[in-house]
């Protein structure tokens, strides 16, 4: 029994001595008299005192006290009284000046000086306290309350042996005095003299058969014991004997409990909340058995109603929060134990279990800082070094990690979680030899642990051990046959190892073991798409997502593939779904912004290029990509500040000096742009982009022979690019070099049928030859594959004039002219063939739109000369050649308008 519970006994026995003894001075005339007039002496008003405190209307009974004394000073009985009563109502100060006014007048008044021993005892003063009750001792030498009060205070000054002599004194005096049983016994306790404290509990029930408390008392020394029959037996006793004593139903529904019956208890405990409404613990202990049935709804519901009687109760918040973090419910086990920690904060329990929450919820700092405590007040905790490891390692500090696994072994070398914990930590710092070490330490400990096997099967795979690895991962499906997971992780050593038979007999014996394996399924369909078996890497794509629809990586794999056969819709989608799942990852919407680009959709692109550099500014690939569609929409001064910034964060990214340097060329900055084709030649020597970009700069500048110099090497790198055979053909044709013109548009068309200038330029050089069949087959050719283009129509009614089928001329020079009304060139040539069939009014009315549209035209003056001439319109003739001359200052087409105004005679 604590020092704590000794001395409430000792204020309990003042409380309970108090009011008996004034029952005990209860006056002769009878109570009814007493209070059917008021008093008129000092013998009627104590009469009435001691009637009021028996009825427990103490400060009335006190204000009677007062009145006796006024009216007798020297009343012994009355100082006695009221001191009895103030000590009942806790104020042992005015109480011991009382009982010292009750021994002035009567110097032989024991109970005087018992109560205010007891007094003296409720304050802590038990030099003063001993002092009064061997006063009283020596004055009534037979009261055995006297030793057991004193044996009390032994007990509490921590005198065991002393407090057993007064008890057993007591005993002596008194055999049947079941208060000095009861307190012998329970020191025996203490002292776990079992077998005499079980024979002080007999003693007393055999003294009084029906006193319950002492089968309850009994029952609990039995049941520590571990004598369950017998103490079963004494509280159903005790309970027959009071179903009021709750301490009995208590006991009786732990020892039940313990012994599974966990229906037996639930009840004991409820008939406890019945007869005790507010009593928090008994809802904490009912909400433990419906806890131990697996009733979590109603335990919490207890946990609860405990702690709003008793927002104190530390252990209701413990027992609740490990329900709501057994259920996932992390927030509220966090608040739970944080209360609990506010109400103790050196339990070091609480400290564990918030730091395991804020580990579930991510939050490592959190974490760090309860395990960390907890480590203050235990610095041998293993646990806590292991699970604050843990949230270094999540937090990327694996030195630190590493450090608290060490700790954790060092605290407990025979503990196999620690290894296996460093183990996976040093996997993360890809320390695989310091891996192995640890796993294969673990499976000394423990050779059937499989988390070391797969442990060490990883670090081998990161050794390049590849056969160890699969070893181990076949020794763990050894351990566990039905472990999809290893089944799955041995498979991808198959598929590294090139043998996909194998890797995918893995994924299928995973799978029929656990069909809804979403990791099997995904890696499978990797396989199947490296065999280039998209049907069946699509169908298992799908199946992943179906089984873990959050799983991101399973709808960005699926969007690779759907890009790879064309379905840039289909990747579209899965890019979205990437999107909404993880809405903070440039990635996703960088290869959406791909997508879009590939379908067409460039604001929607430039969105999501925007967006992932809004999320990641260091992206390059993000503002390339950006460059790009800026390019396509002529938005120069963008696509050249987003190549810019590309280069600036990748400055190896050799295509981006290209796409910049098309920027550059479409600017009319031709030394920016060479520079830049050159810097990416540079940086990758076979980037085939590169040398034809530069090719074509060099062509546009007339710098021919180093134009194709790099067309030569772009096909050196790849014979099979035609329009590198295009360019190459464009620069021979410029040289006159007319036969290697057409052996290479030839070439050209040959690797790509559907290649339109190949046919369009082909076509020119033949009609160039008089080869006109040739021309006219070319010229066809390219209406048929774009027949919305006005060129092939135009290039085509060139070679009809050229044979002087003006009519057919005029038909394609109309078509090429409804497909692109601004074509000025068309409808000049349109005006010639006309002309020359003698149609001057639709000549003159093509003529003058060639000039509407481009005023500065000098062969359209030229042509309208021609029909002004042949019309005999010699004024205006002689105008529209002079305006030639002005437009041209050399070259044949001034050669022929200077001949015609000498014929004229202007």
Partial sequence: MSKSTIRQALIQALILAALGLLTACAPVRPVETALESPPQSASEYYSRAIQRANQGALPEAIADFDQVLALDPHFAAAYLGRGNAYSALGDYERAIADYDQATEQDPELALAYLNRG????????????????????????????????????????????????????????????????????????????????????????????????????????????????????????????????????????????????????????????????????????????????????????????????????????????????????????????????????????????????????????????????????????????????????????????????????????????????????????????????????????????????????????????????????????????????????????????????????????????????????????????????????????????????????????????YEEQGNWAAAIADYTRAIELAPGDAGHHLSRANAYSALGDQEAAIADFTQAITLDPTLAAAYLGRGNLYQNQRMLDEALADYTRAIELQPELAIAYVNRGRVYAAQQEPASALADYTQAIQRNPELVTAYLERGNLYSSQGQYENALADYDQVLALNPELASAYLSRANVYQRLGRTEEAIADYTQAIQLEPSLTPAYLNRGNLYRELARYDEALADHSQAIQLEPQLAAPYFMRGNTYAAQGENQKAIEDFTAAIERDPTLAIAYVNRGNAYNNLGESDQALADLNKAIELVPDFAIAYYGRGLVYRNRGEIDKALADFQKCLELVPAGNLRDLAAQQIGELGG
Avoid at 449 to 458: E, L
Avoid at 504 to 524: G, Q, W
């Fill in 118 to 561: 007891l007094a003296y005892a409720a304050l802590g003063d038990y030099e003063r306290a001993l002092a009064d009750l061997s006063r009283a001792g020596a004055l009534e030498p037979d009261d055995a309350n006297v030793y057991v009060e004193r044996g009390r205070i032994f007990e509490t000054l921590g005198e065991d042996a002393r407090a057993l002599a007064e008890y057993s004194q007591a005993i002596q005096l008194a055999p049947t005095h079941i208060h000095a049983y009861n307190s012998r016994a329970r020191l025996h306790e203490k002292l776990e003299h079992w077998d005499d404290a079980l024979a002080d509990y007999s003693a007393i029930i055999t003294i009084d058969p029906s006193n319950a408390a002492a089968y309850l008392s009994r029952a609990n020394l039995y049941a520590a014991q571990g004598q369950t029959e017998l103490a079963r037996a004494d509280y159903d006793q005790a309970i027959a004997l009071d179903p009021s004593l709750t301490g009995a139903y208590e006991s009786r529904a732990r020892l039940l409990a313990g012994q599974q019956a966990l229906d037996a208890a639930i009840d004991d405990y409820t008939q406890i909340i019945t007869l005790e409404p507010d009593n928090a613990n008994a809802y904490v202990n009912r909400a433990n058995a419906y806890r131990d049935q697996g009733n979590l709804e109603l335990a919490l519901a207890d946990y609860s109603r405990a702690l709003a009687l008793d927002p104190s109760l530390t252990t209701a918040y413990a027992s609740r929060g490990r329900i709501y973090a057994d259920q996932g419910d992390h927030q509220d086990a966090i608040a739970d134990y944080t209360r609990l920690l506010e109400l103790d904060p050196q339990n070091l329990a609480a400290y564990l279990q918030r730091g395991n929450a804020y580990l579930a919820t991510r939050q490592w700092a959190e974490a760090i800082q309860d395990f960390t405590a907890a480590l203050q007040l235990d610095p041998d905790q293993a646990a806590a070094y292991l699970a604050r490891g843990q949230a270094y390692e999540a937090q990327g500090d694996l030195d630190a990690a590493l450090a608290d696994y060490s700790a954790a072994i060092a605290a407990a070398p025979e503990d196999v979680n620690g290894y296996v914990r460093r183990g996976n930590a040093h996997l993360a710092a890809q320390q695989w030899t310091e891996a192995v070490a640890d796993f294969t330490q673990a499976l000394a400990l423990d050779p059937d642990r499989v988390s070391a096997y797969n442990g060490r099967a990883q670090a081998y795979q990161g050794l390049k051990q590849v056969e160890q690895a699969i070893a181990d991962y076949t020794r763990l499906i050894q351990l566990e046959p039905e472990n999809a997971g290893a089944y799955v992780s041995r498979a991808g050593l198959h598929w590294s190892q090139g043998a996909y038979e194998q890797a995918l007999a893995d994924y299928a014996r995973a799978i029929e073991l656990e069909p809804t394996n979403a990791a099997a399924h995904y890696s499978r369909a990797a396989v199947y798409a490296a065999q280039g078996e998209a049907e069946q890497a699509l169908a298992d794509y799908t199946r992943a997502i179906e089984l873990q629809p959050d799983w991101i990586n399973a709808y960005t794999s699926r969007a690779h593939l």
